[in-house]
């Protein structure tokens, strides 16, 4: 079973420096196309949060961890129960955006899909299921809701439709994010295969 997170030898708890998560990033063209959709709404709403960077922009499809340090044990493990995962490649479309009303502040302003996230949905499931088989144990939540970051703000947007932003999904990624610098390493790729 995969190490625990922050946990020290004396039971302290350390301050996360790293996150480990899966996510799928678009195509080159899709990514541009959603900077471009993220600062034309960002202006329509009226809305002062930065935008991601094009190259940032992606789907979690799930999350290991935050951490302090890179736990290199959770990593292979991670690596190891991704390898198993076998899907082809499928098509995703956003188009719908909102503003997750989680927070007061600071509060993720997203794309999703509606019927074009079933794919989305289903890859998470398998690799959740493969993770599950590794030990990680926090399985496949029903409440996975695919989207797109693409900034934070304090204004609540209601959902709305949006140009539709699709690409099909080719690979999946492991990604190590240095928490508070806004960098993502890719550590690890898979290419999905028919």
Request: glycine letters at 8%; a neutral charge.
């Amino acid at each position: 079973m995969p190490e625990q997170s922050l946990q020290t030898g004396r039971d302290t708890v350390q301050k996360p420096t790293d996150r480990l998560f899966f996510a799928i990033f678009p195509g080159a063209a899709a990514a541009v196309r959603i900077a471009q959709l993220a600062h034309d709404l960002r202006g329509k709403h009226g809305l002062k949060g930065k935008q991601f960077a094009t190259e940032r922009f992606h789907v979690t499809v799930h999350y290991l961890g935050d951490y302090a340090g890179l736990p290199r044990g959770i990593v292979a493990a991670a690596i190891e129960a991704a390898a198993t995962v076998a899907m082809p490649p499928f098509e995703v479309v956003f188009d719908r955006a909102l503003s997750f009303p989680t927070r007061l502040e600071n509060r993720p302003f997203v794309l999703q899909g509606c019927a074009g996230v079933v794919g989305l949905t289903a890859f998470q499931r398998t690799l959740s299921a493969a993770l599950d088989q590794a030990g990680f144990g926090n399985g496949a939540k029903s409440e996975y809701t695919p989207h797109v970051t693409l900034l934070y703000d304090d204004r609540l947007v209601p959902e709305g439709p949006v140009d539709p932003v699709d690409w099909i999904v080719r690979e999946f990624v492991l990604v190590h994010s240095l928490l508070g610098q806004s960098v993502h390493v890719p550590l690890a790729r898979w290419r999905l295969t028919t």
